[in-house]
């Protein structure tokens, strides 16, 4: 378990799964309406709202987002209408829980249980299939919108006590898009009397932009910096480290992706001369100079980049997900720490009152959009 390293702050004011749709959305900015319906015996038309509350787009240098107020999830992203983010309707939760946050842990916590500070707690189980508690508590969450503009929005989201979590935590998440893409920063402030556990993850799924397509995974070439995996037991729980050297697990020279499927947490991943992780998926036959729209010999793809405190990423084929998305993208969703730290402690960040800690990451078309 680690101290936040960044010190106090300054004060401070996997779900349903349905058949896949085109994502679409008219216009730019607020949508807090999905349609109208008839009131029964009343006579009178009543707005319906989104399962995913107001919908929020931002946009600039070819990039769109569209965020959401449930989650402060992305629900969509797309480079000159080319979808880089694997997408779902705005009348459906999230699907396999796409683009959504994952606060204050990501991934599973083992049957829920977890011990801090001499207690031993016990956490609510939201995902009955393994026994375990998931993804935090945010992600279904409405959050508020602190500010917004044409090319950047900013949420807030203050979590109160939740079973076996006796915590006050202010979060924030704040997205915008430039010709280099779409930047998040996630942060975490402790304005409550106790110290807390924290983890931070999301959630995003790459894409070719093939759409809704089963499989179009297997013919996408992954570059992927890490040189362990964790090994996990039938629960998702890890239970052993590897190298990835001599396994079907090295992707940090970028090879095809073919029919493997993976559920997989990675760690010792390698930076590049400005302290960036990059991950890349692209089509087989991209080449580093070769166009970014793909129109002339296929060459495209998209790079997920992550920060500090970073030190993991869990790599997800969408095996299990519904028809329409199986296998569609490759989730790669940057972690601070791996699956079951609450328990483990490994990488577990400990916000004593007043802590204040932030990671960043983003999304941007490959290659590089800013540079194209």
């Given amino acids: 378990m680690t101290d936040s390293a960044i010190g106090h702050s300054p004060e401070n004011g996997d779900g349903p799964q349905t058949g896949p749709g085109n994502g679409a959305e008219k216009g730019t900015g607020t949508s807090p309406d999905c349609g109208t319906e008839t009131g029964a015996g009343v006579g009178r038309s009543v707005p319906t709202v989104a399962p995913t509350g107001t919908q929020h787009t931002i946009a600039a240098g070819g990039y769109r987002a569209v965020l959401t107020e449930v989650g402060a999830g992305i629900r969509s992203l797309t480079y000159d209408d080319r979808p880089l983010l694997m997408d779902y309707p705005a009348g459906q939760p999230a699907v396999g829980g796409a683009g959504q946050l994952l606060l204050p842990w990501p991934n599973r916590v083992e049957d829920g249980r977890y011990d801090f500070d001499g207690q031993t707690r016990q956490l609510a189980i939201s995902e009955p299939r393994t026994g375990h508690a998931t993804h ?5 969450l409405p959050w508020t919108v602190l500010a917004e503009d044409a090319t950047s929005i900013r949420f807030r989201l203050r979590l109160f006590p939740q079973l076996g979590y006796p915590h006050v935590l202010d979060l924030t998440v ?18 409550g009397a106790s110290a807390a556990p924290y983890g931070m993850g999301a959630h995003p799924y790459l894409t070719l932009g093939t759409g809704h397509v089963d499989d179009a995974v297997d013919d996408a070439v992954l570059e992927l910096p890490a040189a362990q995996w964790l090994e996990v037991d039938d629960r998702k729980i890890p239970i052993a480290r590897h190298g990835v050297e001599g396994t079907d ?10 029919g493997l499927a993976l559920d997989t947490p990675f760690t010792g991943l390698r930076r590049d001369a400005d302290g960036l992780v990059r991950v890349r998926l692209r089509s087989a036959d991209a080449s580093a100079d070769g166009p ?16 500090d405190g970073i030190e993991w990423l869990q790599v997800y084929t969408g095996d299990t997900l519904p028809d329409g998305y199986r296998r569609a993208g490759i989730a790669v969703e940057p972690m601070s720490c791996p699956p079951n ?18 990671h960043r990451w983003g999304v941007r078309a490959w290659p590089d959009s800013a540079r194209a």
């Fill in 249 to 258: 697990y090295d992707f940090r020279t970028a090879r095809p992706v073919g």
């Fill in 292 to 307: 970014a729209d793909g129109s002339a010999d296929g060459a495209y793809g998209v790079e997920l980049w992550a920060g």
């Fill in 174 to 191: 704040a997205y915008s898009v430039s010709p280099s893409g779409l930047e998040v920063e996630v942060a975490a402030t402790n304005v």
């Fill in 136 to 140: 935090g508590f945010t992600r279904w």
């Fill in 341 to 358: 730290a609450f328990a483990t402690g490994e990488d577990l960040i400990r916000l004593t009152p007043g802590d204040h800690v932030s």
